[in-house]
């Protein structure tokens, strides 16, 4: 860091793009640094790769990490059972069934079901969801709201996309972002990818 360099910080919610854009406005034209970590499995690639490209000008910087199908790339639609053991596994299933609990959903009403399925994204990505089916008839509040849930409907509590390591820079590529450098984990089941902004 230069010395003297003036450092600050924001967390940017992406769904108040108009809120951030001010915010951006105010800020001077040096490039700036963004980062998005444990986040890219659960967003709708369209929808996160142009948010990101709203908020970014030519030449910020982008840190992101993703979860990956190794040795994957653009149409693989396949999900490695080693990938879905992941999710559908005592903890994992203990700790959404705890956020379930919380609405006043239980395992007595009926089971969570684990499935790996595609997102179009200009092409097929895997996805793993967890969905909730009911056994029985409930109704829970939210918000003030009664919401009632019949026996044979299912709720998604979960889902996660995973990419390959080309087809997220391909993404990225196609929102205005290059590839800069990526790292890979040694299973290639995780990655960083640091981009740039084009012009």
């Keep these: 860091m230069q010395p003297g360099l003036e450092v600050d910080g924001t967390v940017a919610d992406l ?3 108009v809120r951030w854009n001010d915010l951006i406005k105010e800020v001077g034209t040096a490039p700036r640094v963004m980062t998005l970590f ?18 970014m000008r030519p030449g910020d910087w982008l840190l992101l990490d993703a ?6 790339t653009a ?10 053991s992941q999710y559908d596994n005592k903890e994992c ?12 959903i239980y395992e007595s009403s009926g089971r969570l079901v684990f499935s790996a399925d595609l997102v179009e994204a ?6 793993i969801r967890a969905d909730f089916e009911f056994e029985e008839n409930v109704s ?9 849930f019949k026996r044979g409907e299912s ?19 196609r929102a205005g972002f290059e590839t800069i450098e990526s790292w890979f984990s040694a299973s290639g089941e995780d990655g960083v990818f640091l981009c740039r902004k084009a012009s």
Excluded at 40 to 47: A, E, G, Q
Excluded at 67 to 72: A, C, E, F, G, K
Excluded at 122 to 127: A, D, H, K, M, T
């Design 15 to 17: 769904s108040q793009l």
């Design 38 to 55: 444990g986040m890219v499995p659960n967003f709708d690639p369209r929808f996160l790769f142009e948010r990101l490209s709203a908020l």
């Design 67 to 72: 979860n990956l199908i190794p040795d994957s």
């Design 75 to 84: 149409g693989d639609e396949s999900v490695p059972g080693s990938i879905l």
């Design 93 to 104: 299933r203990q700790w959404l069934m705890a956020s379930l609990s919380e609405l006043g």
């Design 122 to 127: 200009g092409f097929p990505l895997p996805r």
């Design 140 to 148: 829970i509040a939210i918000a003030s709201e009664d919401q009632t």
């Design 155 to 173: 709720l998604s509590v979960f889902h996660s996309i995973r990419y390959g390591r080309e087809t997220l820079p391909m993404l990225l590529r």
